[in-house]
């Protein structure tokens, strides 16, 4: 098995706009690109090959647009308490 790094995940637009992570081996220029879904389907087969195995879980998935809702949320409150 031969390490790999996870780099530069770069949002792409089209009907939904999305992430693509870059995924490298360390010890060559390749590279692949896969979305954050891909890294749940292969968690799932990795339970499924290995049983009993302890798998990391993968942290939930976020949409950018609840991210800006939440800021959003967070500076209404702000300016509230602060009565601006």
Same mark, same amino acid.
């Given at each position: 098995?031969?390490?790999?790094?996870? #780099?530069? +995940? #770069? @949002?792409?637009?089209?009907? @939904?706009?999305?992430?693509?992570?870059?995924? *490298?081996? %360390?010890?060559?220029?390749? /590279?692949?690109?896969?979305?954050?879904?891909?890294?749940? %389907?292969?968690?799932? *087969?990795?339970?499924?090959?290995?049983?009993?195995?302890?798998?990391?879980?993968?942290? +939930? =998935?976020? /949409?950018?647009?609840?991210?800006?809702? %939440?800021?959003? =949320?967070?500076?209404?409150?702000? *300016?509230?308490?602060? *009565?601006?």
């Amino acid at each position: 098995m031969q390490p790999i790094q996870v #780099l530069n +995940p #770069l @949002k792409r637009d089209g009907i @939904k706009s999305y992430i693509v992570y870059t995924i *490298k081996l %360390l010890n060559s220029n390749e /590279a692949i690109f896969r979305r954050f879904s891909d890294f749940f %389907l292969l968690r799932e *087969k990795l339970i499924s090959r290995w049983p009993g195995v302890y798998i990391p879980n993968i942290p +939930p =998935k976020i /949409a950018v647009v609840n991210i800006y809702l %939440l800021i959003s =949320k967070i500076i209404f409150e702000k *300016k509230q308490t602060l *009565k601006i």
